[in-house]
């Protein structure tokens, strides 16, 4: 199985912020990398597909970026209603495989 | 306006099988695949089964951890899709989540899951 190593756990930082979340794959998986967002309580939602492809009706503060086996996601000005548990996906090959998820919170 | 609701969990004993339903509105359910995610309780996700629509002759994935106690099946008809799980464990206490799309677009809210006796 590919292994999705995703950095880092938890992240503290204020609004206007610029934020990046890091996935790195164990082996190559081309552009088949997703970005999921999950606020408590919430089922998760979509923002980015296929490594850099923003997902309809998702403010473009959010976008990602990378290739092979290297991903980062990007909020360019951090918001309060950002604050939520981040994860990738990755979509190459079965099983589909995530990672652990990184936690967002305000300073 | 896509919606997809499971429902069928609840608490069932170490040995057990439960069958969980996913009713699916607001999109062309036959042109989909479909899946099954869980998250257990503070872990992360698992990617737990896939049905695939006709055109690919509703084929089937599973988790290797599931293998053989899962099953998933779809309804076309109904715009539905299942997971049978027998032989439930205490691992198995988790949410599981109904998502479209073989890289999900949408995911349900969720049903919870609880083994324990």
């Known amino acids: 199985d590919i292994q999705m190593t995703q950095s880092p756990s938890f992240l503290s930082a204020s609004v206007g912020d610029r934020v990046t979340i890091n996935c790195k794959a164990s082996?190559?998986?081309?552009?088949?990398l997703n970005w999921y967002q999950q606020k408590l309580g919430e089922a998760p939602k979509l923002l980015i597909y296929n490594a850099n492809s923003l997902q309809t009706g998702i403010p473009s503060r959010f976008s990602g970026s990378g290739s092979g086996t290297d991903f980062t996601l990007t909020i360019s000005s951090l918001q309060p209603e950002d604050v939520a548990t981040y994860f990738c996906?990755?979509?190459?090959?079965?099983?589909?495989?995530f990672g652990a998820g990184t936690k967002l919170e305000l300073k | 306006e896509v919606q997809i609701l499971e429902t069928g969990g609840g608490l069932v004993k170490p040995g057990g099988s439960l069958r969980l339903s996913c009713a699916t509105s607001?999109?062309?359910?036959?042109?989909?695949?479909m899946n099954w995610v869980r998250q257990a309780p503070g872990k992360g996700l698992e990617w737990v089964a896939q049905?695939?629509?006709?055109?690919?002759?509703?084929?089937?994935y599973y988790a290797e951890s599931l293998e053989g106690r899962v099953t998933i099946s779809r309804d076309d008809s109904k715009s539905s899709v299942y997971l049978q799980v027998s032989s439930l464990r205490a691992e198995d206490t988790a949410i599981y989540y109904c998502?479209?799309?073989?890289?999900?677009?949408?995911w349900g809210q969720g049903v919870m899951v609880t083994v324990s006796s």
């Open positions: 607001g999109f062309n359910f036959n042109d989909y695949f």
């Open positions: 082996q190559n998986i081309n552009r088949y």
């Open positions: 998502t479209r799309r073989g890289a999900p677009d949408y």
């Open positions: 996906l990755q979509h190459n090959s079965w099983p589909h495989t």
């Open positions: 049905i695939r629509n006709k055109n690919y002759n509703y084929a089937t």
